[in-house]
């Protein structure tokens, strides 16, 4: 676009914030950073504006990459101006922000990031979030390459495929499971480079898989008397804490899987009967559980006294901040149980502390108790009893008790 239909079309861009429903804190950012930026344009004489000029602006006036950033406040500035481009060139934005492949991937390699987007990622039977990956993942590993001097992606050789993943270790400081995942999307994406002779090595060559056993997964798990400090430490009088509490009952004493969580709707709650019933994101299997009093009551007092008014009137959980939707990734999940263990000063040192850890931590309470595997099977909706006896492979004593059948709970 030049820079006057950038000028032209900022009252459209406000108007559309507004009827997302942003908080004039958001909106008064949006209008400071675009308005800035506008200067900047006319001050230097800028008559077309892209990406480039939109990351030049950055560096010059905040002295930062916007492929780099390296805090929350950095990205809170960046974004204004790209989802003011994104609504200006697609007529729609996302709401958590990232940087697409449209902004993202180097010109040199846009005809075949082009090509695997349209001839694989979106052929496939994946939702969303997984093709949102997966071209996250592509985009991050071309930029590295040309940032390289790696200009064409036929001269790409196997070392340099080493030489990202020891990148991402070193100087990305990504997780284990993040680089782990990172991997399996590259040796997808070489694997069909490779096909169609693109390159000359397969990404199963240039990325082994070694396997790991399941059971020998160190699943971390917390005492009941730190999941009840987690818990006691949510003041339920502050309004936005509600649905923090709400979520964290959810976890803590049905187990409920973050996917699931996200995407409960109020048809999938029986508050006469007491149950709750619901197909599973992950194995698409429908699975029913009581609606006990500590669940039942912090639901309804969230729905009631926390929950934000949202368009989207089938789901219960709702965003803190505007537009007011659904969550559409569990990112959210995971920092409402991290940032509560923080509150309740619970040490997880060398451990997992996400909402699979309050998962587990159920298990490991349950099969303690003496609960049967078959029951606990079944309360945690897995499809197969060895799945199980993954989470309570630790503890070896019960493990062998309860290998005896007694009746399935419930019945």
């Given at each position: 676009m030049n820079t006057q239909d950038f000028i032209?079309?900022?009252?459209?861009?406000?108007?559309?914030?507004?009827?997302?429903g942003?908080?004039k804190v958001v909106?008064?950012?949006?209008?400071?950073?675009?308005?800035h930026?506008?200067n900047?344009?006319?001050?230097?004489?800028i008559?077309?504006?892209?990406?480039a000029?939109?990351k030049?602006f950055?560096?010059?006036?905040?002295?930062?990459d916007?492929?780099?950033?390296?805090?929350?406040l950095?990205?809170?500035?960046?974004?204004?101006?790209l989802?003011?481009?994104?609504?200006?060139n697609y007529?729609?934005?996302?709401?958590s922000?990232?940087?697409?492949?449209?902004?993202?991937v180097?010109?040199?390699?846009?005809k075949?990031?082009?090509s695997y987007?349209?001839?694989?990622?979106n052929?496939?039977?994946?939702?969303?979030k997984?093709k949102?990956?997966?071209?996250?993942?592509?985009?991050?590993f071309?930029?590295?390459?040309?940032?390289?001097?790696?200009?064409?992606?036929?001269?790409l050789?196997?070392?340099n495929?080493s030489?990202?993943?020891i990148f991402?270790?070193e100087q990305?400081?990504?997780?284990?499971?993040?680089?782990?995942?990172?991997?399996?999307?590259?040796?997808e994406?070489?694997?069909?480079?490779?096909?169609?002779k693109?390159?000359?090595?397969?990404?199963t060559?240039?990325?082994?898989f070694?396997?790991?056993n399941?059971?020998?997964?160190?699943?971390s798990?917390?005492?009941?008397?730190?999941?009840?400090a987690?818990?006691?430490?949510?003041?339920t009088?502050?309004?936005y804490?509600k649905g923090?509490?709400?979520?964290?009952?959810?976890?803590?004493?049905?187990?409920?899987?973050?996917?699931?969580i996200?995407?409960l709707?109020f048809?999938?709650?029986?508050?006469?009967n007491?149950?709750?019933t619901?197909?599973?994101?992950k194995?698409?299997?429908q699975l029913?559980?009581?609606?006990?009093?500590?669940?039942?009551?912090?639901?309804?007092?969230?729905?009631?006294?926390?929950?934000?008014?949202?368009?989207?009137?089938?789901y219960i959980?709702?965003t803190r901040?505007?537009?007011?939707?659904?969550?559409?990734?569990t990112?959210?999940?995971?920092?409402?149980v991290?940032?509560?263990?923080?509150?309740?000063?619970?040490?997880?040192?060398?451990?997992?502390?996400?909402?699979?850890?309050?998962?587990?931590?159920?298990?490991?309470?349950?099969?303690?108790?003496?609960?049967?595997?078959?029951?606990?099977?079944?309360?945690?909706?897995?499809?197969?009893?060895?799945?199980?006896?993954?989470?309570?492979?630790k503890?070896?004593?019960?493990l062998?008790?309860?290998?005896l059948e007694?009746?399935?709970y419930?019945?």
């Amino acid at each position: 676009m030049n820079t006057q239909d950038f000028i032209n079309f900022i009252p459209s861009f406000m108007d559309k914030l507004s009827k997302d429903g942003m908080s004039k804190v958001v909106i008064d950012n949006n209008k400071w950073i675009i308005n800035h930026f506008k200067n900047y344009c006319l001050e230097n004489k800028i008559e077309n504006i892209d990406i480039a000029t939109i990351k030049e602006f950055y560096l010059r006036q905040y002295n930062f990459d916007i492929y780099e950033t390296k805090c929350q406040l950095q990205f809170s500035i960046r974004k204004p101006l790209l989802i003011f481009l994104e609504y200006y060139n697609y007529g729609s934005y996302l709401k958590s922000h990232q940087l697409s492949d449209r902004l993202a991937v180097p010109l040199n390699y846009t005809k075949v990031f082009t090509s695997y987007q349209e001839d694989f990622v979106n052929k496939r039977n994946n939702c969303k979030k997984v093709k949102d990956r997966k071209i996250w993942v592509i985009c991050n590993f071309f930029i590295y390459l040309n940032n390289n001097s790696i200009k064409d992606i036929k001269n790409l050789e196997i070392s340099n495929v080493s030489e990202y993943v020891i990148f991402l270790k070193e100087q990305k400081h990504y997780s284990k499971s993040t680089i782990n995942t990172q991997k399996s999307v590259l040796r997808e994406a070489l694997n069909w480079l490779y096909k169609n002779k693109i390159i000359k090595f397969s990404g199963t060559h240039a990325i082994p898989f070694i396997g790991n056993n399941p059971r020998e997964r160190m699943l971390s798990s917390y005492t009941n008397e730190e999941v009840s400090a987690i818990l006691n430490n949510i003041d339920t009088n502050i309004k936005y804490n509600k649905g923090i509490y709400s979520i964290l009952t959810l976890l803590a004493y049905l187990g409920l899987r973050a996917g699931d969580i996200i995407n409960l709707k109020f048809e999938n709650i029986d508050f006469i009967n007491n149950k709750i019933t619901y197909i599973q994101h992950k194995t698409k299997q429908q699975l029913t559980l009581p609606l006990i009093d500590e669940v039942k009551y912090p639901l309804i007092d969230y729905i009631k006294n926390g929950r934000p008014d949202s368009e989207e009137k089938e789901y219960i959980f709702i965003t803190r901040n505007g537009p007011y939707t659904k969550f559409h990734s569990t990112s959210p999940i995971y920092r409402i149980v991290t940032n509560s263990m923080n509150q309740a000063n619970i040490n997880y040192e060398n451990k997992h502390h996400g909402p699979y850890a309050l998962r587990h931590s159920l298990a490991t309470s349950m099969i303690q108790e003496n609960v049967p595997i078959s029951s606990l099977s079944q309360i945690l909706g897995h499809g197969n009893i060895k799945t199980t006896e993954i989470y309570i492979s630790k503890d070896t004593t019960h493990l062998r008790e309860l290998t005896l059948e007694v009746p399935e709970y419930g019945k």
